[in-house]
C-alpha cells in the first residue's frame, strides 16, 4: 500500500475531498487551507452554491472531519469563509477539537456593493490548530518594520519588526483586471496572502492541503515556497487548469537575481510594508530597514546586498502599474 504522503504529494487530483480522505488511517498535512463555497450562489463549473442550510452545515461538517483526520497533530487548519457561516464553522472547529487561535478579518477593496445595507469588504479566517501547546509558527515569517522604525526613528524600536495584528487589509482583491487573475475561474484568493500562511504555519519540505483546489493558488503559492502540495477539486476542468498554471511557475524566472521564493517573499514585504516602492528605493533609511527586515524573514543564513533589493523594487514598479 502507497503511504498517504506519497499517493498525494505534489498532486491536483480530481475528486471529493470527503471521498477521497475518507480511507486515509494515517495523517500526512502539515497544514490544511480551506477557502470552500460560501453558499451564496456563486456559479461555479461542477458544484451548486446554494443548499439548504442544514444540508450545508451537515457537508461542512463532514469536510472539516475529513481534513481533520488526515491533518498531523502538529498540524494547522485554516479556513476561509464568509459572515453567513462564519459562527457554524467556528463551533464546529471546536466540536471537532480543534483550537482556534485567531479568528483574521481579511478586509480588502473592491468590496461588494449595496444599496441598502453597509458594503460588504471582508472575509472571516479562522485558525485553527490540533495542539494548542505544539505547532509551527515561523514569526520571522511575518514580522513587519513598525511605525516607530520607518516614521518615528524611536531607539525603542524592535529591531526585528513587530507581528501584525489580526485584521489583513493589505490584501486586495484579486479583481478581473489583475495580471494575476485565473480568467477561469470565478473568484480567487490572492497568492500573497496564501504566501503568508505558508510560510507561517510550515516549513519547507512539509506538505499543504487545499480540500478545495478552485484556481490552484494554495498549490502556487506552496510550490514557490518550496513545499509540497496536495489539492482536490470535483471539477476536471479547474484541475487541468491548475496543472498549466503550475507548470508555467516552474519554468518562470525573474530577471533580478533571487530565486523565485526569494522574489515572491519580497513581493508580500512589499505589499505589507505599503509604501511606494519609487519611496524605498530614494530613501536609505527606508532601503537599510527594508533590506534586513527581508534577510531576517528568509531565515536562511544569506546575506542581501542593498543593491540587489533596489533592483527588484524597481521590477516593482512596473509590478504595481500592471496589477
Not at 462564519?86 to 483550537?99: D, Q, T
Not at 516607530?148 to 524600536?157: G, H, M, P, V
Request: with cysteine.
Amino acid at each position: 500500500m502507497i503511504p498517504p504522503m506519497r499517493k498525494f504529494q505534489n498532486q491536483i487530483i480530481c475528486g471529493d475531498c470527503i471521498e477521497m480522505l475518507g480511507g486515509v488511517q494515517e495523517p500526512f498535512a502539515d497544514l490544511v487551507f480551506a477557502d470552500p463555497p460560501f453558499n451564496i450562489g456563486y456559479q461555479y463549473d461542477q458544484y451548486q452554491d446554494k443548499l439548504k442550510k442544514d444540508k450545508y452545515l451537515h457537508w461542512t461538517r463532514d469536510w472539516m472531519s475529513a481534513c481533520a483526520n488526515v491533518l498531523k497533530p502538529t498540524g494547522s487548519f485554516y479556513i476561509a469563509i464568509g459572515d453567513d457561516y462564519a459562527a457554524h464553522v467556528r463551533l464546529i472547529g471546536e466540536e471537532l477539537g480543534l483550537h482556534c487561535r485567531n479568528w483574521i478579518i481579511w478586509h480588502y477593496t473592491f468590496g461588494q456593493q449595496t444599496k441598502n445595507k453597509f458594503a460588504r469588504s471582508h472575509t472571516h479566517i479562522f485558525y485553527f490548530v490540533k495542539d494548542e501547546k505544539n505547532f509551527t509558527f515561523n514569526e520571522y515569517a511575518v514580522r513587519l518594520p513598525s511605525d516607530r522604525q520607518l516614521i518615528y526613528n524611536d531607539k525603542r524600536a524592535n529591531s526585528l519588526g513587530k507581528m501584525p495584528d489580526d485584521v489583513w487589509n493589505t490584501y486586495a482583491r484579486v479583481c478581473g483586471t489583475f495580471k494575476e487573475r485565473q480568467g477561469w475561474h470565478p473568484c480567487q484568493m490572492p497568492e500573497l496572502l496564501l504566501s503568508r500562511i505558508v510560510a507561517t504555519s510550515s516549513n519547507p519540505g512539509e506538505l499543504v492541503l487545499d480540500p478545495f483546489n478552485g484556481s490552484g493558488t494554495t498549490a502556487a503559492a506552496a510550490l514557490q515556497l518550496g513545499r509540497d502540495y496536495c489539492a482536490f477539486d470535483i471539477s476536471e476542468d479547474y484541475v487541468e487548469n491548475t496543472k498549466k498554471r503550475l507548470k508555467e511557475l516552474k519554468k518562470a524566472n525573474n530577471t533580478v537575481g533571487l530565486t523565485n521564493t526569494e522574489y515572491l517573499e519580497l513581493k508580500r514585504l512589499f505589499v505589507e510594508i505599503g509604501f511606494e516602492a519609487e519611496t524605498i528605493i530614494n530613501s536609505e533609511k527606508l532601503l537599510n530597514i527594508f533590506t534586513r527586515q527581508f534577510q531576517f524573514r528568509m531565515n536562511n543564513g544569506k546575506t542581501y546586498e542593498n543593491g540587489l533589493i533596489q533592483n527588484a523594487l524597481k521590477d516593482f514598479v512596473t509590478w504595481t502599474r500592471k496589477r
